[in-house]
């Protein structure tokens, strides 16, 4: 099936500094990858949209200034979190979208990448 | 995009058979029905998907009435490491957006 890896898979950082998360699709190409947010005992929550080659949807109550989102290639899409705060610290989770696939809109989900920001 | 409703969490012992019901009465005519598994600190995996009657695959059968206002997962013989959260989520060839529920917590016992 679909694989899609994400680096790193876990990252401490210092309050004030910027994070990139780096997101890909290992054996599809991916026009559309979504990034999500989850906090401990909660469900996943859609972040952003990412197409490649134009700029990313966010959803309401996301801070575009803040997750900066950059899909330029059609297998790789990273987000950055700038000037991170410990509220930040979460776990970020990717999924691409396979347009080839069988299933109607099957997403295929990254293995996640824990921050935590001190 | 059609809401969904899970029970918050189920238990079952080794063997069993586990049955998972998803409400989605708002469900539209070109939505698909997808469930997902997803372990502690990892990415959801998918599990299977239907749009109407009965998909089977090597992991789970997916049962939906005529009506799709729900959809029963059902996972045979369950085994100890099918402890996890289960989503079942709701949508169409819109794009591919996905918004998740609560999802069903999974918990089998020996």
């Known amino acids: 099936g679909a694989v899609v890896s994400q680096h790193p898979s876990w990252v401490i950082c210092k309050s004030g500094t910027s994070v990139k998360i780096e997101c890909r699709s290992l054996?599809?190409?991916?026009?559309?990858m979504f990034w999500y947010r989850q906090f401990p005992k909660q469900s996943l929550m859609l972040m952003a949209t990412?197409?490649?080659?134009?700029?990313?949807?966010?959803e309401q109550g996301v801070e575009k200034d803040k997750f900066l989102i950059n899909h330029a290639s059609l297998t790789l899409s990273t987000l950055t979190v700038t000037s991170a705060h410990p509220e930040d610290s979460s776990f970020y989770i990717c999924?691409?979208?396979?347009?080839?696939?069988?299933?109607?809109?099957?997403?295929?989900f990254g293995p996640g990448t824990r921050l935590t920001v001190l | 995009l059609a809401k969904t409703t899970q029970p918050i969490s189920m238990d079952s012992y080794e063997g069993q058979e586990v049955n998972i019901t998803c409400s989605h009465n708002?469900?539209?005519?070109?939505?698909?029905i997808t469930w997902y598994q997803q372990f502690p600190s990892q990415g959801p995996r998918f599990i299977i998907q239907?749009?109407?009657t009965k998909v089977t695959n090597e992991v789970a059968s997916l049962f939906i009435p005529a009506d799709r206002k729900s959809s029963t997962l059902s996972l045979p013989r369950v085994s100890l490491s099918d402890t996890a959260v289960y989503y079942c989520?709701?949508?169409?060839?819109?794009?591919?957006?996905?918004?998740f529920g609560q999802g069903t917590e999974l918990s089998v016992k020996p």
């Open positions: 708002n469900i539209a005519t070109n939505d698909y």
């Open positions: 990412s197409n490649e080659g134009s700029k990313a949807t966010y």
């Open positions: 054996d599809f190409q991916a026009t559309t």
């Open positions: 989520l709701v949508g169409g060839n819109q794009g591919g957006k996905l918004i």
């Open positions: 999924s691409a979208r396979d347009p080839l696939a069988g299933f109607t809109d099957t997403q295929y």
């Open positions: 239907g749009y109407k």
